[in-house]
C-alpha cells in the first residue's frame, strides 16, 4: 500500500504539470498595423494579436507573441526562437518550401496607393519608384509586373515608412496589402490626395489562397491543431468578434 501511495505522489507533480495551460509561441512582425503594433503601453495588438489569442483560447493555450522583423520570420521559425508565425504571411509555393502552412485565416487582395486619378497598367511605373515590403508577395509581384517594365521596387523593413517616402515625393507609388493602406495611411490625413489605383491584385501564383499560420515543416500536430482552432473560432463567433474590432468587411474572403 505504501509503494501505491509513493508511486502517487511522485506522479502527482506530472499530472499538475500536465494540466497547467501549454504556452503556443508565435513570431509576428509588430511594424505591420492594423494587424500588428506595439501599442503605447508596450504590448503587442492587433488583429492578428487578437487572433493569436483566440486561436490558444479555443485550443485551451496560452500565447506568447515574440518580436520579429518580417524577413527573419522564417528563419527564426526553424532555429526554434517560437513555434508558428503568425504575420499575415501569404501561403505560397515558394515559401511552402521552407515551411508548412495552415488553411487561410484571411485573405485581402493587395492595391497601388498613388496621388488620386493615377492610370495603373504593367507601363505605368516606368522611371519611377514603388515601395513595397522587404520579402513580402507585395514586392516580388512588383518586380516581376512593373519591375520589368521600367519601374524600380523600394524594400522597406517597416510598410509605414514607404508611406512616409510616399508623401515627402521619394516614391511614386507604394503597394501594399489593402487593409494596411486603408486604415494606416488613407484614412488618415497623410492619405489627403492619395488614393487606391487601378485594379485589386490577388494573383494566386504570387499572393496564393490567403494568409496562413506558418509551422515549422513536418508538424503536422501542431498545424492540425491550429487548423481545427481556426475552424472552430469561425463557427463559435470568436472570428467574427475580432474581425469586427479592426474592419468593416469580412476579411476571410471566398
Known amino acids: 500500500m505504501k509503494k501505491v501511495l509513493m508511486a502517487v505522489a511522485l506522479a502527482a507533480p506530472l499530472f499538475a504539470s500536465a494540466a497547467q495551460a501549454e504556452t503556443i509561441r508565435f513570431g509576428v512582425d509588430l511594424n505591420y498595423p492594423p494587424f500588428s503594433k506595439q501599442g503605447a503601453d508596450g504590448k503587442p495588438q492587433g488583429f492578428d494579436i487578437d487572433m ?4 490558444c483560447s479555443a485550443m485551451k493555450a496560452t500565447c506568447e507573441i515574440v518580436p520579429q522583423d518580417w524577413d527573419g520570420l522564417i528563419p527564426a521559425l526553424n532555429t526554434n526562437k517560437f513555434d508558428a508565425i503568425l504575420s499575415s504571411m501569404q501561403i505560397t509555393d515558394e515559401r511552402k518550401k521552407a515551411v508548412d502552412f495552415t488553411n487561410k485565416y484571411y485573405n485581402i487582395p493587395s492595391r497601388i496607393i498613388a496621388k488620386a486619378g493615377t492610370k495603373v497598367d504593367q ?3 516606368k522611371g519611377k519608384k514603388i515601395g513595397a ?3 513580402s508577395t507585395q514586392e516580388k509581384f512588383a518586380k516581376d509586373y512593373w519591375g520589368k517594365t521600367g519601374a524600380k521596387i523600394v ?3 517597416k510598410s509605414p515608412e514607404s508611406f512616409l517616402d510616399l508623401t515627402s515625393g521619394r516614391l511614386d507609388a507604394v503597394f501594399v496589402d489593402g487593409a494596411v493602406g486603408d486604415q494606416e495611411f488613407l484614412k488618415t490625413p497623410r492619405g489627403k490626395g492619395f488614393a487606391f489605383v487601378g485594379p485589386e491584385y490577388a494573383d494566386a501564383k504570387y499572393f496564393g489562397l490567403g494568409a496562413g499560420i506558418a509551422v515549422k515543416k513536418g508538424n503536422n500536430a501542431l498545424r492540425e491543431r491550429l487548423n481545427a482552432a481556426i475552424e472552430q473560432i469561425r463557427k ?5 468578434k475580432v474581425q ?3 474592419f468593416a468587411f469580412d476579411v476571410y474572403g471566398h
Do not use: I, W
Not at 52 to 55: I, K, R, V
Not at 236 to 240: A, F
Open 52 to 55: 493569436a489569442h483566440a486561436l
Open 123 to 125: 507601363n505605368s511605373f
Open 133 to 135: 515590403l522587404r520579402a
Open 155 to 157: 524594400a522597406y523593413t
Open 236 to 240: 463559435d463567433g470568436s472570428y467574427k
Open 244 to 246: 469586427d474590432k479592426y
